[in-house]
């Protein structure tokens, strides 16, 4: 059975740090790349991050420019978003995903098949 299973979400004040995980099983993130998404309440789910498959190539939303970064580990079949100097406005599900596509040093935030099942980010005081 394909996976993505996210981890690492939590309760953190302002100006804090977490690492999400985005773990794959029953298949090999190699030829995917994965994107991280978030959605607050009452907003659409937005695209926060992705990371081509090869690595090469990153983007980020401007919204976490600067503070987020997206990296990944294909001997751990696992793709990591950092993110630092939270704001209260970083409060959402945070789910990662996953698309095979045939330019492996792009990304964007269309098309994805594999879904995890989100981890709550909460940035309050």
């Known amino acids: 059975q394909l996976q993505l299973v996210e981890s690492g979400g939590g309760l953190v004040q302002p100006g804090g740090s977490l690492r999400l995980s985005c773990a794959a099983s029953?298949?090999?993130?190699?030829?995917?790349?994965i994107g991280w998404f978030r959605q607050a309440p009452g907003k659409e789910r937005e695209g926060v991050s992705c990371?081509?498959?090869?690595?090469?190539?990153?983007y980020y939303a401007d919204s976490v420019k600067g503070r987020f970064t997206i990296s990944r580990d294909n001997a751990k079949n696992t793709v990591y978003l950092q993110m630092a100097s939270l704001k209260p406005e970083d409060t959402a599900v945070y789910y990662c995903?996953?698309?095979?596509?045939?330019?492996?040093?792009?990304?964007?935030?269309?098309?994805?098949?594999?879904w995890g099942q989100g981890t709550q980010v909460t940035v309050s005081s």
């Open positions: 995903a996953a698309v095979n596509l045939p330019t492996r040093s792009v990304c964007g935030y269309r098309g994805y098949v594999y």
């Open positions: 990371i081509s498959s090869n690595g090469d190539g990153t």
């Open positions: 029953g298949f090999t993130l190699d030829y995917f790349a």
